[in-house]
Each structure stands twice: as C-alpha cells, then as structure tokens.
C-alpha cells in the first residue's frame, strides 16, 4: 500500500493541509509514521480527479492572497535542468514499472495454459473444482482486459507524478516539517515561504550557515557559492539550502528554530521602503533588509527600530516571516523623538537599523485545534502577523479574529481581514467599536458556545488584554491555553 504525506495528501486531494489534519484528529484518517495511505485517501475523498484541481487552485490563491512574496524572480517551472531531471528520473521509474507489468502479464499468460493443460479424468469433486478455476481464470483476464483504462487509484498516482513534476516535497529530520520546493526557488527560500525556520545567515552562500544533509533524494545547485564545503562534507551528503534546489523529494536533515530561544539576536541595516498615511496620527512603514540579511524571527515578535540621528522605538512585526526582508509596522504619533521623525518628514530611502527579534507571543504550531485571536486597539500588529503565518503553514483547523478598537480611524486593516474572510472557508473576522473585555466576550459567547477547546491569542494595552484574559478564565479556559502580548510596553 503507498503513503503520501500529509502536504501532499492535502494537494491530491484539493484540501488544506489542516483539513487533513482535522480528518485526522476526528478519526476519519488513519497515519503511519506522519503519512497517510492512499487507498485511505480515495475512501475519504473518493471525487479525487486529475482533470479538477479548483480545490487546490483556490487554496494556492488564498495563500498567495494573504500571504506576502518572499521574491518575485520565481518560475511556474522549474529550471530546464531540474525539469530534465525529474522527467528522467520519472521515465527510469516508468520503464520499471512497465517491466513490472510485462513480467507479471508473462506471468498471467503461464498460468492461465497451466490451468488449461491440467490433465481431466480427475474423480468426484476435484474435476468440477478444477473446471471452476479454469472458468475464473478466464473470466478474471477478460474482466481486466476490458476494464476502463483508469480508476480512482490511477487517477490519483497520475495527479501525483504531475505534481512531482512541478513541484518536489522536502521532509525535516528530526522534526517531521515538511514543505514543497517550487519553480525555481532554493530549498531556503521555499522553506521560508512554507514558514519554517531553518538556520541561515547571510542567504547568498557566503556564511555556510544554512548547511544541511540530504539523507535521500536528488538535489541541484542553483548558483556558485562562496563558502567552502570540505571533501568529507560533500561525501556525508552536506549541501547550502541558499544555493541548492530539489530534484527529487527529499529527506533533509537540517537544524530548525523551534523555539524563541533558538533564534540568534540579530542587527541589520535595513532601509525604509514605504511610508503610507493611513490616518492623520497613523502611519504604516515598509522597512526592508538587503537581500544577504533577511530577519530570522517567529510571527508576533517585536524589533527595535533605530534611526540614523538614534531615535528608537521597539515595535511590533505586522507581516509574516514568509518574508523576512520586507518588514511592516503601524506607528502612531506620540510625544517620543521616534515618532516625531516619522511624522516629521521622514522618507524612503533612508536608513534603519533593526535589532531584535525579542519576545515570545508566537504561535503553537504543536496545536492545531481552532484558535481565536482576540486584538485590542494596535494589537492588530502582532496579530496579523500570527494570522498571516497560520495562513502560510496551513495547520490551524479554524481561525477568529475578534478586533475592537475605539481609536477614530477604526479598523485599518479591515479590507485585509474581510479578503481572508472571503477567501477561507475557516477564517471569521469580527470587528468592535468597543475594547472593553465585556463587550469582547459577549461577542465570542454569541460565536462559541464551548470555548474550552480553543485556545487564544489576546494583543494590546495591557489593562484591556489582562481584563479579557481574566474573564476568559472566570468562563473556564486554562491559563495555558492563553498567550498574550501587551503593546503599550
């Protein structure tokens, strides 16, 4: 029986990955070892076709929707050497599956003139049990041979070697992570996208940060790379993930950031991209890294801006770190030397330098069960920022975003919230024109009648998340179902 993991069942099947996920945990889907098998699939999924891919195509639009590009030189195809490559690889295994199949139609063939040559005059039951199979035989060859040329199970192995064409699955050892390397971005890069945190530095194949080993698969190198790998490294299987793309699917085993702790502190001179007005105490700022010095940190955490005449400011990320070189942040007018720049005629181009990243309000990517995130005034910052990750790494079984906000520009990023509602069939979006935490659980009682088996992510003053968070445990959720971040700190 074949096994497919859950990423590409997922696509197979025109469903998110946390619709397998969900499948799962109800009981519907069985997994071995991380993978589930295909006659499983087709059980639960038995409209699976090669011709109707609008289930997947949709959820490719989602994400490519909500979630920023990390570049924009990537290719539908891969290179012509990766895709002569795969195609190859695709034919060796072709011809032995059809070697398979001539010598296992020999086979029939033999069998079936062994039966016919069986010698008659056998006493009693024997003779009538033998006629029998002889009659079988021949029915069953004639069944095959006029069977319809495809099932369910071609189908979906046909869908799947398309897939293998355009795109190559890369699986994370220890940690189980797995993600698709498409086009023509390197394994870095796609796992950047996927939202997964692999080590790297300088991302141009200077530093060797991004070292890992390919434990089975077939890899290509993309471009040449500065930093020396010893002869006993490329024997071992060592390759750069910045300069190294994927045949084949891959088993990789390569280090991850799986915690705050495991992210290095980071400095870089970054330069101010954009600056867009959205109301007159309110701006946004587009801050980006150069291309060898991408941020390395996880959604909901904050950085210290700092401007060239030393104004500063620690804020939070409002983007994804699926793109870790362009950096988004709401600024609003205050009393402080940071804020009187940038409302005072700062532009593009200049200077910043971004240090950090710090704190430790991230996502639980080890619970997949609904999560509500609860935004409160600016705290739609981090907020977004776990939402859009959630988005990218498509764990999350179903998401609710409740944000109340009484400042007079209301809620800014509403346009965003209501293009993921329309957009994803477990994405709610409710906005308030109240903060107070009476309000805000009235509203979550009205949507949830059981909030004992979500779990919460509260953002904002620190009065108001300390007020929700205390109701939400008078109403019986667990304190460590909770993780907050106050935003005026």
């Excluded at 309110?282 to 959604?299: E, Y």
């Excluded at 996502?363 to 609860?374: M, N, Q, S, T």
Aim: net charge negative.
């Amino acid at each position: 029986m074949g096994y497919l993991s859950l990423s590409r069942a997922a696509r197979l099947a025109g469903v998110t990955r946390a619709e397998i996920q969900r499948r799962i945990r109800r009981g519907d889907l069985e997994t071995f070892e991380g993978a589930v098998a295909i006659q499983d699939l087709l059980l639960l999924y038995p409209a699976v076709s090669l011709h109707d891919d609008e289930a997947l195509l949709r959820v490719e639009r989602i994400k490519s929707a909500a979630v920023p590009k990390s570049h924009h030189a990537d290719t539908i195809l891969p290179s012509p050497e990766v895709l002569v490559a795969r195609l190859r690889g695709l034919s060796a295994t072709l011809v032995e599956r059809m070697s398979a199949l001539t010598a296992t139609e020999s086979l029939l063939d033999e069998v079936g003139a062994r039966l016919r040559d069986l010698p008659g005059g056998y006493p009693g039951p024997s003779a009538a049990a033998i006629s029998a199979l002889q009659a079988w035989f021949a029915q069953a060859r004639l069944a095959l041979a006029e069977r319809p040329t495809t099932d369910q199970k071609a189908q979906l192995l046909a869908k799947d070697t398309f897939l293998r064409i355009m795109a190559a699955n890369c699986k994370l050892i220890p940690s189980g992570h797995d993600f698709f390397v498409e086009g023509a971005e390197s394994i870095l890069d796609a796992s950047v996208r996927a939202g997964l945190k692999l080590g790297y530095g300088c991302a141009s194949g200077n530093c060797g940060e991004c070292k890992a080993r390919v434990l089975s698969g077939e890899v290509a190198r993309t471009r040449d790379h500065d930093y020396v790998l010893s002869e006993r490294e490329k024997q071992l299987g060592y390759i750069l993930t910045c300069s190294t793309t994927a045949v084949t699917d891959l088993v990789l085993e390569a280090a991850e950031a799986l915690s705050v702790q495991d992210l290095p502190r980071q400095e870089i001179r970054a330069s101010l991209r954009k600056l867009e007005p959205l109301a007159p105490d309110l701006v946004s700022l587009n801050v980006q890294t150069p291309r060898t010095h991408t941020l390395r940190f996880m959604a909901g955490q904050r950085v210290i801006l700092t401007l060239e005449d030393g104004a500063s400011r620690e804020l939070p990320i409002a983007s994804c770190p699926c793109n870790g070189r362009n950096l988004w942040f709401y600024v609003r007018r205050g009393t402080d030397a940071f804020a009187a720049a940038v409302f005072g005629g700062l532009h593009a181009g200049q200077l910043i330098k971004v240090t950090g990243p710090q704190g430790a309000f991230v996502l639980r990517e080890d619970a997949p069960e609904p999560a509500v995130f609860i935004a409160i005034g600016d705290g739609i910052a981090p907020v977004k920022s776990l939402i859009e990750h959630a988005v990218s790494i498509d764990l999350i079984e179903s998401f609710h975003l409740y944000w109340g906000t009484t400042y007079p520009e209301g809620h800014y990023q509403s346009r965003w919230g209501r293009a993921l509602t329309d957009a994803l069939d477990n994405f709610s979006f409710t906005p308030l024109t109240s903060d107070a935490a009476a309000d805000l659980i009235a509203a979550l009682q009205t949507d949830h009648a059981d909030l004992s088996g979500l779990r919460f992510y509260l953002a904002g003053p620190a009065a108001a998340v300390r007020a929700s968070a205390a109701a939400l445990g008078a109403l019986g959720v667990a304190q460590e179902r909770m993780a907050s971040e106050y935003t005026d700190t």
